[in-house]
């Protein structure tokens, strides 16, 4: 027991330190990627449940690492929230998904850009400012965006965010309630959030076709957000059968890799404007 203790031991040790150069590497990479331009924007349509049209696209950010390859943002922003670099990460999202915005709407798109709020970038006194300016700069109209705030940055019920919220709204943005029951909320606290959209989080609709329990979860996630008057987004839709208990439960707009995965601004372009089957 003692020799296998040892090897266990001997196995594991070096791994450890493995990834501590590897953390630091790519902590040191990361400074450097937004000059380096190795930041990308990738987009995932928000599709309408009945008419089937794009109403929106998520801006989902991608590192393409000269080594690595393409790294998802899973392993590097949590690396960049707790370095310190979320900010400039955060203001490189904005602002270049609202260049992103202008291109779509010169090209006659009618959709909305998403972009992710990190509890870092709601806890800026000037967020609201920088989003403003990056609006003003690329002549897009506030309520072509969207803002996505996961439940529990959403309930942290703190002076800073809660203003953030309310002045996001009286900006005329428009604000999403991102992975929506995964957190605890309080409903009364999300009625008084100056939210348009609520989106149930991927693992409720994964056990769709499964499991009456997250049917039944779900039907009661739609009546309640209807009658607080949010529209109400089902993220991973991954198979048909998802989508049409979905549909039939009411949900107003789908997104998920039955529809299409995130890609290139340029790749949505062009998948926007081709026919698509009904
Ligand atoms: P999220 O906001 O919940 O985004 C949805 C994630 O699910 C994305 O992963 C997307 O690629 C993936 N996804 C979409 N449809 C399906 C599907 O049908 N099946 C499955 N299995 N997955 C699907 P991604 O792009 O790796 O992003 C992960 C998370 O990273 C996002 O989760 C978001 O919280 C965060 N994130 C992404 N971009 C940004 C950003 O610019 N800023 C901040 N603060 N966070 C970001
Ligand atoms: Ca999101
Ligand atoms: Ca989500
Ligand atoms: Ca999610």
Not at 80 to 107: K, M, S, T, Y
Not at 155 to 169: A, P, S, Y
Request: charged fraction near 25%; glycine fraction near 6%; hydrophobic fraction near 40%.
């Amino acid at each position: 027991a003692k020799a296998a203790g040892g090897c266990t031991y001997m196995a594991f040790e070096p791994r450890m330190q493995d990834d501590a150069r590897d953390k630091h590497e790519l902590l040191r990479d990361l400074r450097h990627a937004i000059e380096n331009k190795q930041l990308e924007l990738f987009y995932q349509p928000k599709i309408d449940a009945r008419s089937g049209q794009v109403t929106a696209a998520e801006a989902l950010l991608r590192w393409h690492h000269p080594v690595r390859g393409t790294l998802s943002p899973d392993v590097f922003i949590p690396l960049a929230e707790r370095h310190g670099l979320i900010g400039a990460l955060g203001n490189w999202v904005i602002d270049d998904a609202c260049r992103q915005a202008r291109v779509w709407r010169e090209r006659g798109l009618k959709m909305r850009v998403a972009i992710n709020l990190s509890v870092f970038q709601m806890r800026q006194n000037d967020l609201v400012e920088r989003i403003q300016a990056a609006l003003k700069r690329h002549g897009v109209n506030p309520s072509r965006l969207t803002c996505e705030i996961t439940e529990s940055v959403a309930m942290e019920d703190t002076q800073v965010t809660q203003r953030t919220f309310e002045r996001l709204g009286q900006a005329g943005i428009h604000l999403s309630i991102d992975d929506f029951g995964t957190g605890y909320s309080s409903l009364s606290y999300l009625r008084r959030l100056p939210a348009t959209e609520l989106k149930i989080d991927r693992s409720f609709v994964m056990d769709l076709d499964t499991s009456d329990d997250a049917k039944a979860i779900v039907d009661a996630v739609l009546k309640l957000a209807h009658a607080i008057g949010l529209k109400v987004v089902a993220e991973g839709v991954e198979t048909v059968q998802q989508r049409d208990i979905l549909l039939q439960l009411g949900c107003d707009e789908f997104q998920g890799y039955l529809f299409a995965r995130p890609m290139s601004a340029r790749a949505l372009l062009l998948w926007a404007v081709e026919d698509k089957p009904a």
